[in-house]
């Protein structure tokens, strides 16, 4: 057949149009999810429209093997074997699930423009091993039924396959159809490999298992055919279980540069581009901490890839917090939570933080308590702090935040 006659003939080429639309539409939805600057994210956001891509190609598969049994091309002595016919009939439908694939990472790329790196290949790899395993199940179901049975049913059932598993309460079971790749990554984080194990074996299963039932119409065979997609679902699973609902894991943290400074400032390679400004700004907020009388704050890490002053600010403030929570807070009442918003958002005004910043990050009474507090004498604001801070740490300590109990006790105060 001519490349001609095949891109005239295959259903693909109408349903490329559309599914590329609605993918380019979609992705837009996908922009607020990506960490910006950061090559796993963009890599890994832009798997999630691969829950329409799957589906679509596994309808378009299901039509071409239904339409090649019909034809009857394959009785009597053919010039090409089946897998010959199956593979040139599947390339229009595996270059529009290719397309699918590519097309929302150029979209989310410049989202990650001039960082260092590149996308993550592991990810994009598993995608593709996703598409051609339900291309090679569509075109296995197409040519057991016809096209009236086989297009509704694998479309229905690779949606289902790809949407439904992060809807049960069992989380691992998300890991194996490859859409929950799309929750990495964190700039702290990266894609774990069980995660990437656990799809890319399931997919080739379903590959090798489609494979082989269009190898032959024996029982033997189709039963060797339904025997390696269990054996594939298992070998996934042992891999998942025991990453619950997440697909990534802790960064390696060799590749974090940590400075010498006060405080330490440790950077990911996506933030280096900024060192000089990010070691500007929480030396400037650290000393405004220390002019407040609030202790050295601890290591300094930041989960953008670009910082800006007000993230560097806060991350100087909140490292000044009490850095461990006492036990109660993890196995009971802990009196001093209470505390925790009005005493961070206290640290971050003191370090450099702007008041309005904090409009809709406090609850309106706790914002209105600030409000009072820096307004305060500083000896009265140092105190206030002191004695709340204490209250974080303690099981039996209950905070006393109302400013005015302290404006008693500053000095020079009746």
Known sequence: MRWSTLLRTSIALRVAPALLIWVLAYVGNVNAWVVEGYWASVTGQSSFLLGFTAPACAACAAWEGARVKASRVLDGAPVRSAAAVAGWRMLPVLVMGLLAVLLPLAVLAPEAAGSPGGPTLSILGVELL?????????????????????????????????????????????????????????????????????????????????????????????????????????????????LGYRASVARDRSLLRCDSGQPQVCLWPEQRGAAGDVRAWADQAHSRLAAAGVPDSGPLMLLTARPTRGEVVDAVARSAVTPTAPECARTGVWPGARAVGPVRAWLTISAGGALQDLNGKLRPDDAQLVRQLVAAPADAQLAWYRANSAAMASCDRVPELDPGRYLADAPGRG
Request: include cysteine.
């Open 130 to 242: 996703v598409v051609a395993a339900h291309t090679a199940l569509g075109y296995a179901a197409g040519q057991t039924m016809s096209a009236l049975l086989a297009v509704p049913l694998v479309t229905v059932g690779s949606f289902v396959w790809m949407a439904y598993p992060a809807s049960l309460n069992t989380f691992w079971v998300r890991q194996l159809n490859g859409h929950n790749l799309s929750g990495c990554c964190a700039l702290d984080q990266q894609v774990s490999y069980r995660a990437l194990a656990a799809a890319g074996l399931v997919a080739v299963g379903m590959v090798a298992g489609a494979l082989l039932w269009l190898a032959g119409r024996t029982r033997l065979l189709r039963a060797g055919a339904a025997l390696v997609v269990a054996s594939a679902l298992a070998a996934g699973s042992a891999a998942a279980v025991p």
